[in-house]
T-cell receptor
């Protein structure tokens, strides 16, 4: 069975600085997709970024980028120029290419310090 | 437009009540999901509908009854719930499987069972 592990329950970063959130996963599949979702206090899950496992190039979305290390099964999220609005719970998620399930890690709560 | 609409946003019900949560999307997505989320926990998958047919039931108690009247609507019927069922219920949708499509979430329905 696939698992997703986020080893940092909470992190803090100074506004305008850069922070990296860690995620590792375990799977025997070759076809899969990885996501980072953000959940602010309003509780809506918002997609931050996605990565297809077959792509070697790391995904980027404005200030958000990932470091995808397929052999190490690592998928970290880097947030540059942190802003107060980035404060939220961040979930790493895995989706198999075979079915409709998405598996979430336990989340990392990110605090932005003004 | 990547909108999933859930109603009601808040629901308080007694243990003997019958109520329903509703979810709607007009993105042409053919997979729809119900997730349950307790405080400080990741979302837990409850049900998945693919092409309006129940494809995944994660051993959810029968007091939760899903229904998919058409490709745009997903309901969750609630009956004889317990206080421990109080949680945020998230609806989501995506293009059908096998392509790792992103899952889009609604804002959730806060359920309190008294």
């Amino acid at each position: 069975a696939q698992t997703v592990t986020q080893s940092q329950p909470e992190m803090s970063v100074q506004e305008a600085e850069t922070v990296t959130l860690s995620c590792t996963y375990d799977t025997s599949e070759s076809d899969y997709y990885l996501f980072w979702y953000k959940q602010p206090p309003s509780r809506q899950m918002i997609l931050v970024i996605r990565q297809e496992a077959y792509k070697q190039q790391n995904a980027t979305e404005n200030r958000f980028s990932v470091n995808f290390q397929k052999a190490a099964k690592s998928f970290s999220l880097k947030i540059s120029d942190s802003q107060l609005g980035d404060a939220a719970m961040y979930f790493c998620a895995y989706r198999s290419g075979r079915d409709d399930k998405i598996i979430f890690g336990k989340g990392t709560r990110l605090h932005i310090l003004p | 437009d990547t909108e999933v609409t859930q109603t009601p946003k808040h629901l308080v019900m007694g243990m003997t009540n019958k109520k329903s949560l509703k979810c709607e999307q007009h993105m042409g997505h053919r997979a729809m999901y119900w997730y349950k989320q307790k405080a400080k926990k990741p979302p837990e998958l409850m049900f998945v509908y693919s092409y309006e047919k129940l494809s995944i039931n994660e051993s959810v108690p029968s007091r939760f009854s899903p229904e998919c009247p058409n490709s745009s609507l997903l309901n969750l019927h609630l009956h004889a719930l317990q206080p421990e069922d109080s949680a945020l219920y998230l609806c989501a949708s995506s293009q059908i499987t096998s392509s790792g499509n992103t899952i889009y979430f609604g804002e959730g329905s806060w359920l309190t069972v008294v």
